[in-house]
């Protein structure tokens, strides 16, 4: 099955998979994430004057951090399974499966590098907003943004190729 992957976990591998139909669930039934992300690009682009801009950076990436940190709770505990030790089933990683581990990695690197950037959002904000240190301030956020919406796209490729594989649904043609 080229729907799972494998990830290490203390002194075994352990085999991994996404759970398709409540993968989507979750993103489906929480359009205040995206609405989230939309709201961040929005503030990056704006022309407000810098306290302004600083301060709404740090209410949206404090928003945006809340809403993620849900959204990737509710996706660790139902759209990612552990199948059981790799070795047991005598597969080797491929493709699908190294993608699958990267994207459930990914949720914890995201986050700590959200809460980064609201802290220096924060501390921008409460030492003083330095025009240089907002603008570079600005660029990480979308840059930030940029590795969300990547990680996003690769996890809706997954459920594809997940449905895919179970036979659920055809393929995506592209």
Do not use: W
């Not at 990737?72 to 990683?93: K, N």
């Amino acid at each position: 099955m080229n729907s799972v992957s494998t990830v290490e976990a203390t002194s075994q591998t352990t085999l991994m998979s996404v759970n398709p139909a409540f993968l989507r669930e979750i993103k489906d039934s929480n359009p205040d994430y995206m609405e989230s992300v939309r709201r961040i690009q929005h503030i990056c682009h704006s022309p407000d004057d810098p306290t302004s801009l600083c301060r709404n950076l740090v209410k949206g990436l404090d928003d945006l951090r809340d809403i993620v940190a849900l959204q990737f709770s509710l996706e660790e505990s139902y759209g990612y399974i552990a199948i059981g030790d790799l070795r047991d089933f005598g597969t080797t990683e491929t493709p699908v499966t190294r993608k699958t581990a990267r994207t459930q990695a990914e949720h914890r690197s995201l986050y700590i590098q959200l809460s980064e950037l609201a802290e220096l959002a924060e501390e921008l904000q409460y030492r003083g907003v330095e025009h240089s240190m907002l603008i570079d301030l600005s660029a990480r956020v979308c840059d930030f943004v940029d590795r969300l919406l990547t990680h996003e796209r690769d996890e809706a490729e997954l459920i594809e190729q997940t449905l895919a594989a179970l036979k659920l649904q055809p393929p995506q043609s592209r």
